[in-house]
Structure formats: C-alpha cells, structure tokens
C-alpha cells in the first residue's frame, strides 16, 4: 500500500508560479513511475505529467508543455510538480498518483491516488 499526501497548492494570479509536492510512504519509491493528474468541477481526472522510475524521462499533456515541469527525488520518495506561467485554465484539484511499474505507457492507469490540492488561478 502507498499512501501520497500532495502539498503546494494555493492562490495565485496569473502568471505566477507555484511548486506541488507529494510525499509517498513507499518503502520501494524507486519501483514507482510517478503522475500529476488534475480535474476540472463535473470532469473527469485527467492526465497532466509523468516521470519514470530514476527522473530520467518524463511526459506531459500538450498544454503544459513548456510551462510544467516533473521531477523526482527518490531519496525523499517525493515527487514534485513545479508550475509555472499559470492560466486561469490551469485551476483545477491537482493529484498525485503512482503506478506499478518503473516505465510509463500513455493511457496507463494509476494504482494510487493523492488527496489532492486546490490550485486556483486568478486572471
């Protein structure tokens, strides 16, 4: 069992930036493929960024490309989501979640979510 407690989110205007982080309580965090998902009021969750077991790749959804970055610190068993030029289409409840495997397939399905934490973007 992994548990995930996401911490970071908040209130910022647009433009601003701010830093998720997740702690997992993993005794193997380095078997985990790591994601950040977020969703929207009556939507589904949705996929936003993925790192692979050692940091070495990571994957993100076309509209943070650039503007997100993913990353991990296995000594911590922490993973970190650091978000930068905010939209007012970017507030959203922001999930962390991890998967069983050292490697990421588009479409995969976590096997452990966070709590989540709120970002909301003010324009």
């Known amino acids: 069992q992994v548990q995930l407690v996401e911490s970071g989110g908040g209130l910022v205007q647009a433009g601003g930036s701010l830093r998720l982080s997740c702690a997992a309580s993993?005794?193997?965090?380095?078997?985990?493929?790591m994601g950040w998902f977020r969703q929207y009021p009556g939507k589904e969750r949705e996929f936003v960024a993925a790192?692979?077991?050692?940091?070495?790749?990571?994957y993100y959804t076309d509209s943070v490309k650039g503007r997100f970055t993913i990353s991990r610190d296995n000594a911590k068993t922490t993973v970190y989501l650091q978000v930068n030029s905010l939209e007012p289409e970017d507030t959203a409840i922001y999930y962390c979640?991890?998967?069983?495997?050292?490697?990421?397939?588009?479409?995969?399905?976590?096997?452990?979510w966070g709590q989540g934490t709120q970002v909301t973007v003010s324009s």
């Open positions: 979640a991890a998967f069983i495997s050292r490697w990421y397939m588009s479409g995969q399905k976590p096997d452990y």
């Open positions: 993993a005794r193997t965090f380095s078997n985990y493929v």
């Open positions: 790192v692979t077991w050692n940091g070495g790749t990571t």
